[in-house]
Structures are given as structure tokens and as C-alpha cells.
């Protein structure tokens, strides 16, 4: 459904899933969770995940917030896909582009000001950290994506892109591979405009798509014949 096609009876329906509250707070955690993520992962210097790798890169060449620049990323991918299906968007394509960007920012703000951390020495525990940090942000990416109030433009055009190759060539292509693909693009150009890229970075473009999948299911028990 493009954005012009929207009628007011059908607002209901793609932005305020039931049960609405529940969903709210899931997607709420999952962005927090991941600003977080996103800056103790920058402390490994071992990457971040794709899309804040290349906001990473383009806030360094303009001297920008990461906060800001993530916003405004997200906010230029966002006309694509108010053009092609804006079912895939709602209260979480706000909450993605205010809470992450700016979530990391505050914990940098922090974790260097009050806590006097910035940047981690050792290697193993640069490892360590990246492992546990790795898993809390995909657990938190699957969350908000899956608590079903709509996802960031950049989160929501592998399922557009995934539908139209449906339509295109008619045969079955999982949305996993949809994802690493489009995930491996943006990794590509964090590479090579000097990002935040690094072996998280890839690590995610082969964990994501499937992880997504998997708690898609878990979240449908969740939310099942929960009129709440």
C-alpha cells in the first residue's frame, strides 16, 4: 500500500496493532537496546551493525552528531518506501530513527564523561564484550522489527524488495537471504567511506536475516489471541 492509497479507515489497522500497549514497549526496548549496543560496540573498534556503519562514516566526514546523521539517513531511505508499501512503516519508524541514533550518542555521552571509558584496551575483553553486546543487539533488532508497529526505512526495504522479487520471479526466495544481501551492500560502502566496519559488522550481515526470522515466530505465540 502506498501512501496515497491509505484511507483513513485503514489508519487503524497499519499503525495501532493489537495489542497496541505491549507492542509499544517491546519496540521501545528494542531501539534503546540497540543505541546502546551500537555504542559499546563502538568501543571494541570491531564494528557496528551495516547501517550505523555507514552513519558512522558520514558523520565523521561532516563532523555531524551520529544521532543526527542517523535520523536524517533514515529519513531520506523513508521516501522509498512511503512510495512503495507504508504498511512496512509506523510508531516504530519513529521510535528507530529518534531512539537508536540518539540512545548511542547518550551512552558514549556517559560511559566517557562519567565513567571514564573510551576505548578498551585489552583484547579479550574487546572480545568478550563484542560476543555479549553482539547478541543483545540482534535479540533487541528482532524485537522491534517483530513487535509489529512498523520498522525503520532501512529495515524495511529488505521486505520490500523481498515481496517485488517474489512478484517478479515467482519462486520462493527466503527473506534471510534477502537480508544478508542488503546488509552486505551497506557493508561494502561502511568498507569504503571508512565506517565503522569490521568483522561485527560482517558477522551481522549473516546473522540478522535469520535471527529476524526466528523471534518473528517466537513474538506470534507471544502475541497470539491477545486481544489486550
Known sequence: MKIYE???ADAGKVFFKQPFVKRLILMLLGVIFMGICVAVLRLCKLGTDPFSAVSYGIAYFLGADFGTVQML?????????LFTDISKLGFGTLGNMIFVGYSADLTTFVMEHFLGITELHSLAVRIIVMIV???VFIIAVSVYINAGLGSSAYD?????????????????IPFKMIRILFDGFFTVIAFLIHGEAGVITVLMVFTLGPMIDYVAKLLSVFFKNDKA
Not at 539517513?73 to 518506501?81: A, P, R
Open 6 to 8: 491509505l484511507k483513513k
Open 73 to 81: 539517513f533514515n529519513g531520506t531511505l523513508l521516501i522509498l518506501v
Open 133 to 135: 553486546t553482539l547478541f
Open 156 to 172: 524495511a526495504l529488505p521486505y520490500v524488495i523481498h515481496e517485488g522479487v517474489q512478484k517478479l520471479i515467482k519462486k520462493g
